[in-house]
């Protein structure tokens, strides 16, 4: 079964580095998702990504944060210059169309940690 | 504009009772709705999705929920709980329709199942 693979499964980082977060979506999905979920706190949505552009963003998403689509492939989370409380997983999803009724299929997450 | 209730945070139930996991939503359109759940250190499933049609769905592992517009919810079930359903379990509500949508999440239950 098609999934969503995303890397580093664990990233731990100085206060004030970037970071990367890769995923590598379904082949044939065209929209794209960050989501994140701080320790024992819900499910958050950042950025919603379609045609190499953003199609919303959250409050959260703030300046720190980027996406990107460098190839056919890979789409990326870059935080600028993390915080403290950007120490969170980070869950990519990817669906074939924008319309609810289709699923979000995640991936199994990338777990920051900001020192 | 779409929001989820999940009705306790740690619901604990013995080996072979009823699951039950409350869930109410508030969207301004007919909503789409779902729940996920989540295995220690895992991304997130679908156990089952409601978008339209019969209000009584059926998803993986036994689980099944009904769409109540009346009373705006969409509570979980499972007959009888198995040791393998200990896990965290969110709703989730889109906006129904073909507009791109993002996918709300509730804050989750984390459902204990006691042998």
């Known amino acids: 079964e098609p999934e969503v693979t995303q890397t580093p499964s664990h990233q731990v980082t100085q206060m004030g580095q970037e970071v990367i977060l890769r995923c590598v979506p379904i082949s044939n999905h065209l929209y794209f998702y960050w989501y994140r979920q701080i320790l024992g706190q819900k499910v958050e949505f950042l950025v919603s990504?379609?045609?190499?552009?953003?199609?919303?963003k959250s409050e959260i998403f703030d300046d720190q944060f980027s996406v990107e689509r460098p190839d056919g492939s890979n789409f990326t989370l870059k935080i600028r210059s993390t915080k403290l409380e950007d120490s969170a997983m980070y869950f990519c999803a990817s669906s074939p169309h924008p319309s609810g009724a289709n699923v979000l299929t995640f991936g199994a997450g990338s777990r920051l940690t900001v020192l | 504009a779409q929001s989820v209730t999940q009705l306790g945070s740690h619901v604990s139930v013995s080996e072979g009772a009823l699951v039950l996991l409350r869930c109410n939503y508030s969207s301004s359109v007919p909503p789409y709705l779902f729940w996920y759940v989540q295995y220690p250190n895992q991304g997130l499933q679908l156990l089952l999705k409601y978008t339209t049609g019969a209000t009584l769905v059926k998803g993986i592992n036994g689980f099944e929920a009904e769409f109540k517009k009346s009373e705006t919810s969409f509570h979980l079930t499972k007959p009888s709980a198995h040791m393998s359903d200990a896990a965290e379990y969110f709703c989730a509500v889109s906006p129904g329709g073909s507009s791109a949508s993002k996918i709300i999440f509730g804050s989750g239950t984390r459902l204990s199942i006691r042998p």
């Open positions: 990504f379609y045609n190499n552009e953003i199609s919303e």
